[in-house]
């Protein structure tokens, strides 16, 4: 979609200093849930990642979002109560070797984090047919997401840690915050600042997961292909970018 009058970008490149500080937030984002400090975040701040969530892609331009902060305790005891219980539900579901190890992740910072946010998708925004969603319709479930990661990446570059609690009840959260039926609730977030930021994935240093090679992942003309030279190249790129970036 453009037209001839539409302006242009008229600093399109990034300094090799500014694309160094998107790298930055990219790899030093982390999910936050037990370094929060109390500290209040200013309303500057905050005006400045809402805004980079709101500055988000979404499918057809829909916006699906709303951001429902709490910074109420009584409201984040409720959630808090809610995590709890789909917690103990969720350790059922493990295996028993992983059951203890679950058990002892700290899982959320809803009471630590003076800010909690829940960023909804509200699916009929703007008419039934959306461009874009015609023939796959989570895409406005996905577009709020975008705006979750726009924000998650703002906020470390403010020196602010998000954390991501999913273990919930959502109706519970709808209820606990008053969300309209047919609004989704998409991400239940905790904002604020940190005592210190993980060097890794704490899923990781806790011995969960490891982080996965790129090069397993990347697949060449369709799932089954095999590299040719040109991915060749670039497998051997990659295995020179990842140890930088370790
Ligand atoms: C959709 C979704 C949902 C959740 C998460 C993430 C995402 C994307 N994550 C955070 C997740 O565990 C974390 O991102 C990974 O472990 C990788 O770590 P870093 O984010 O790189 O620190 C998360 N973390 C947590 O402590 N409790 C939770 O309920 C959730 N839920």
Redesign the pocket.
């Known amino acids: 979609m453009s037209s001839p009058s539409q302006a242009v970008q008229t600093d399109p490149q990034f300094s090799a200093e500014e694309r160094a500080a998107v790298y930055r937030a990219i790899h030093t984002?982390?999910?936050?849930?037990g370094q929060f400090l109390p500290d209040p975040i200013p309303d500057e701040v905050l005006a400045r990642v809402l805004t980079a969530a709101h500055h988000a892609p979404s499918v057809g331009f829909m916006q699906p979002w709303d951001f429902v902060l709490v910074r109420s305790r009584e409201v984040r005891q409720k959630i808090q109560a809610d995590f709890r219980a789909a917690h103990a539900e969720a350790e059922l579901m493990f295996e028993e070797g992983k059951r203890d190890t679950y058990r002892k992740?700290?899982?959320?910072g809803i009471l630590e984090a003076p800010v909690n946010l829940c960023i909804t998708c509200d699916r009929s925004r703007n008419g039934p047919v959306v461009i874009g969603r015609t023939h796959i319709g989570a895409m406005d479930v996905y577009s709020a997401?975008c705006a979750v990661q726009n924000l998650w990446l703002a906020a470390r570059a403010e020196g602010l840690g998000v954390?991501?609690?999913?273990?919930?009840h959502q109706q519970t959260l709808r209820e606990a915050l008053g969300i309209p039926q047919d609004i989704v609730p998409i991400?239940y977030l905790c904002i604020g600042y940190v005592s210190h930021f993980?060097d890794?994935?704490?899923?990781?240093s806790a011995g969960w997961l490891k982080r996965m090679p790129l090069t397993e992942l990347l697949h060449f003309d369709g799932w089954q292909g095999r590299a040719d030279e040109a991915g060749e190249r670039l497998v051997d790129e990659i295995g020179r970018v990842w140890p930088i970036l370790k």
């Open positions: 984002r982390r999910d936050v849930r992740l700290k899982l959320e997401v954390g991501w609690v999913s273990i919930l991400a993980y890794k994935p704490e899923l990781e």
